[in-house]
């Protein structure tokens, strides 16, 4: 598993929020199309394949602390 950039981490957290692709979009002044891409870097880094996974996995391998919050590196 590769390290994520700071972008993926805060759209993870915006996942984990349960924001959508666009909601995370408009969040960080980036086109849907953007955020789609680093979505599907996420999934590939985690090697899952849809945003709940991701999620679940980012808390289990300690990615994210809880819902909506990175762990501080």
């Not at 950039?5 to 953007?34: D, F, H, P, Y």
Request: proline letters at 0%; zero cysteines.
């Amino acid at each position: 598993m590769r390290d994520f950039t700071k972008q993926e981490l805060l759209i993870l957290n915006l996942v984990a929020k349960g924001l959508m692709n666009r909601e995370i979009a408009e969040e960080l002044s980036m086109s849907n199309s953007t955020t789609k891409a680093h979505m599907e870097a996420i999934y590939r880094k985690l090697n899952v394949t849809n945003r709940v996974q991701a999620v679940v996995k980012a808390i289990t391998l300690q990615i994210i602390k809880e819902i909506g919050r990175a762990v501080q590196q």
